[in-house]
Each structure stands twice: as structure tokens, then as C-alpha cells.
């Protein structure tokens, strides 16, 4: 019998009609963990875990963006994917059409995701507050990764929208990160139609929430650097609290500048005074797990 999600390419069912008769659905991530409007499901086969991501319900008018408008970022997540093949990306194994817009089949990210609510974030055991509590340099690792991908996606030509902690999933056993949920992400550079864009404000950059300013490689550099300010600076950029060197405290101020034009001019920049700065030996600052990591 052939694969009900690997050698499918059609139904003509809802999405989790489906799959309740094609495997065991384990998790259901639809209204009551997210607001997109998209319906997720975790379904395994023959001991085999996938992530199954839909638009949700055409019928369904709560939600910001249209139901067209959602089959639409499920597209450009497609594309994307078939754009870069960079390990941190979870596998898409095949793309199903259904009634409800297309079904992505994922491999299954092992781990926890680092995104939540600041109640969540705030409380040392979540999942959040336990990886901003591991060592500066392990913290560090997982960034590489991160901008690893970044220089390999821009490469291709995408600029970084709706980047933030709730795009990271980290398993706490084997130290890998994946990056998920770039659905948004945008050939660029473009122009702000949005004013205030998707995304979290802890990670965003000004122009971001500026309508007609441009979105571009810098942008992109903002919101990476913010990541290294929210996970070693508990998210402010002042160096008595940032948790690293100071040749990586001088890295992140540049790409958390506030005008564009003083910013890293690209990632792949960017990324080389990364890296050189990760090769300087500390500065006398401790990097030591912190035992409670408030956001």
C-alpha cells in the first residue's frame, strides 16, 4: 500500500478528515496556540513523526488574513524551501492539493519551540528561559547555525520577515537547532507596504514598522542581531549585561543599529565579523549559565 502522505498527491477530503484515517494525529496546533488562522498537525505512521501545516478552514472569516491569503505564504514557504537545502530547514517530504489549499508534509523537528507569551518566556524552566540559561558560547553555537541559513537564504534571494523565537526549535539533548515557519519571508529587497509588518517587536527593525521604507539585506541584519541581544543581553543591548565579549558586544551594537545605513551592509558581512569575533578570546567577561534568565 503506498504512503498516504509521502505518495499522495491529491484529496478530495478536508485536510483532517484525512489524515485522522491515514495515521494517529498527536497534535492538533490550530486557534488555541496560534493566530494565523493556519491549522498544523502532528501526525505519526508506521512509527514515523511529520509535521502537517494547512491554511486551515476556508470557511473560517476570524482571522487577519484571508483564507486565499494564507494558501498563498504556504506557496512561498514551498518555494523557499526548494530554494535552499540548508540542514537547519526541516525536510518537506511532498506537497498534498486538497479542497482547503495545499498540505505541506514536513520530517517532524525534534525539540522544543523558544518562542511564547512573556508570562511563558519569563519563567526560568520554559523552554525559553532554559536556553537563554545555557552557556554563552552554547548559545553562540545555535546562533551560528542561524546565520548560517540567513547567508544561504539571502543568497537566494530572500529577505527575513516574521523572524523571531517562536521560528526556533532546539532539542536540549543533541544541542540542534531547526528553523521553522518562514512562510513570510520576501524576495527582496521590497518596500513596506504594511507599516506596522508581521513580526515580534523584541526581534523587528524600525523601518519595519515604517510604511514605504525599504526592507533589505540590513533588515535581515537587524533582526539577527536582535537575536543575539535577546538570548545573551536579555534583550537590551548594554553591555554590563550581554553575556560575551566585547568584540561580539561591538558586532551586535553595528547590526542593531537603528539607521540602515550603519548596519552590517549584508549578512554574509554581518556573518564573517561574527565569526571573528567568536575566534577572540574573552575579555574578562563571565560567560557562566545564568540560573534564572528573565525576557
Excluded at 167 to 176: A, K, N, P, T, V
Excluded at 178 to 193: E, K, M
Excluded at 243 to 253: F, H, I, P, S
Aim: aromatic fraction near 10%.
Amino acid at each position: 500500500m503506498a504512503h498516504p502522505l509521502l505518495y499522495t498527491d491529491r484529496i478530495d477530503e478536508p485536510p483532517a478528515n484525512y489524515l485522522a484515517k491515514a495515521g494517529h494525529v498527536f497534535a492538533v496546533f490550530g486557534a488555541e496556540t496560534q493566530d494565523s488562522g493556519n491549522i498544523s498537525y502532528g501526525v505519526e505512521l508506521t512509527s514515523e513523526r511529520f509535521f502537517v501545516k494547512t491554511a486551515g478552514d476556508p470557511a473560517d472569516r476570524r482571522w487577519f488574513l484571508p483564507h486565499g491569503d494564507r494558501v498563498a505564504l504556504l506557496r512561498n514557504a514551498v518555494c523557499l524551501r526548494q530554494t535552499c537545502n540548508h540542514a537547519a530547514l526541516p525536510v518537506l517530504h511532498k506537497v498534498i492539493e486538497s479542497p482547503h489549499g495545499p498540505m505541506l508534509v514536513y520530517e517532524w523537528a525534534v525539540g522544543e519551540l523558544l518562542g511564547g507569551p512573556a508570562a511563558v518566556r519569563s519563567n526560568p524552566q520554559s523552554a525559553f528561559g532554559r536556553f537563554a540559561g545555557l552557556s554563552a558560547n552554547t548559545i553562540a553555537n545555535a546562533l551560528d547555525v542561524v546565520y548560517e541559513l540567513h547567508e544561504q537564504l539571502t543568497d537566494a534571494g530572500w529577505v527575513a520577515v516574521d523572524f523571531y523565537d517562536g521560528c526556533l526549535i532546539y532539542d536540549f539533548e543533541s544541542h540542534r537547532l531547526r528553523v521553522i515557519d518562514l512562510d513570510t519571508y520576501h524576495r527582496g529587497p521590497f518596500i513596506n507596504q504594511m507599516g506596522r509588518m508581521f513580526g515580534s517587536s523584541r526581534f523587528m527593525a524600525p523601518e519595519e514598522f515604517v510604511m514605504g521604507a525599504q526592507i533589505d539585506q540590513s533588515t535581515t541584519v537587524f533582526n539577527l542581531g536582535r537575536a543575539a541581544a535577546v538570548f545573551l543581553g536579555k534583550g537590551v543591548i548594554e553591555r554590563s549585561i550581554f553575556r560575551g565579549t566585547d568584540a561580539l558586544y561591538d558586532v551586535v551594537c553595528r547590526a542593531c543599529e537603528p539607521e540602515q545605513g550603519r548596519r552590517f551592509p549584508s549578512i554574509k558581512a554581518f556573518r564573517m565579523a561574527w565569526q571573528e569575533a567568536r575566534t577572540k578570546g574573552p575579555s574578562g567577561k563571565s560567560i557562566e549559565p545564568m540560573p534564572v534568565y528573565l525576557a
